[in-house]
């Protein structure tokens, strides 16, 4: 592995690179912060992006799973039938390279970012190398707090699942001054409500985050720097029932109050069939293109 750690933080983003001027997010729409552009993707990055331009889709957060850069170009080729950048160290910095490339690509166009998405089980031994580079680093989350085949630790409410990886979270990303964001918190939570729904005909009086949750997220977070994503993934989850859909607000709205960021992905891993269009959705759920704070962060940074 390509060791960097004489390189300090404070030069890492931007100092002798051309950044291009940072245009602020113009709809809820418009913005993609979790697209899945490295070794998944079906297309040339370039091609991807423009697919997305095209659709008016133009504040871009492109990123990658850490893993894929941990498991070695044999299993990699095993997992995802190709290797599109070597796994390891080297081959994320060149993904972050190419990522760069398009910032400059799209100037005047789209706001483009990079971004890596780090399992929640591997916050505390990813290496510091690969966080140097990216413009935001994101936990992937999908422990549930209920169903003890998503439980990677005991004895923990989903608040206090939550307080712990996101004081990991940022524990690893406040040193290098890196945006921290909780990609999908709840979906694992949506899915076992789902189920109920399915199996029972209605929640009764489960709630998605309780009022303890909160309290315990409050107490346990110092939320500077931290922002909680709205995953198409969750979010269309949610759409499938008005009871599904009222819990999501609830806590969206909870979290808002307690003046978190929001930020925004489709979370797609290919160019999708169909682009779709949140917009309405996220409104109804009570929140603004304002409260996606992550987008103007990342703007203002330039
Ligand atoms: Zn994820
Ligand atoms: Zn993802």
Redesign the pocket.
């Known amino acids: 592995m390509m060791s960097r750690s004489g390189r300090s933080p404070e030069r890492t983003p931007k100092k002798g690179r051309k950044v291009p001027p940072a245009l602020p997010p113009k709809s809820i729409k418009g913005i993609d912060l979790h697209l899945h552009a490295g070794q998944e993707r079906d297309v040339p990055m370039k091609q991807l992006v423009q697919s997305f331009v095209d659709r008016g889709i133009s504040f871009l957060g492109l990123l990658d799973h850490s893993e894929l850069y941990e498991m070695g170009d044999e299993a990699l080729r095993a997992e995802h039938g190709q290797v599109v950048y070597p796994s390891s160290t080297q081959g994320l910095i060149s993904f972050y390279r190419e990522v760069d490339g398009m910032k400059h690509a799209f100037r005047g166009t789209a706001s483009i970012y990079s971004g890596l998405?780090v399992g929640e089980w591997d916050i505390l031994r990813v290496s510091r190398d690969f966080i140097l580079d990216p413009d935001f680093v994101g936990c992937?989350m999908?422990t549930s707090c209920h169903d003890p085949n998503y439980r990677h630790y005991e004895n923990a409410s989903c608040g206090g699942h939550l307080a712990r990886r996101a004081r990991e979270l940022l524990g690893i990303c406040r040193p290098v001054a890196k945006p921290a964001v909780l990609?999908?918190p709840f979906h694992r939570r949506l899915q076992e409500l789902r189920a109920l729904i399915q199996t029972q005909g209605n929640l009764a009086d489960e709630e998605l985050f309780t009022k303890e949750d909160a309290a315990t997220f409050i107490d346990g977070v110092d939320f500077e720097g931290l922002y909680v994503e709205l995953n198409f993934g969750d979010l269309y989850t949610a759409a499938t029932h008005p009871d599904l859909l009222k819990l999501l607000r609830r806590t969206c709205l909870t979290f808002k109050h307690l003046g978190l960021g929001f930020s925004l992905g489709s979370?797609y891993h290919k160019t999708p069939q169909q682009f779709r269009d949140p917009t309405e959705l996220v409104e109804s759920l009570g929140l603004g293109l304002k409260d996606f704070s992550l987008a103007y962060d990342l703007a203002d940074q330039e």
């Open positions: 998405e992937h999908n990609f999908h979370d």
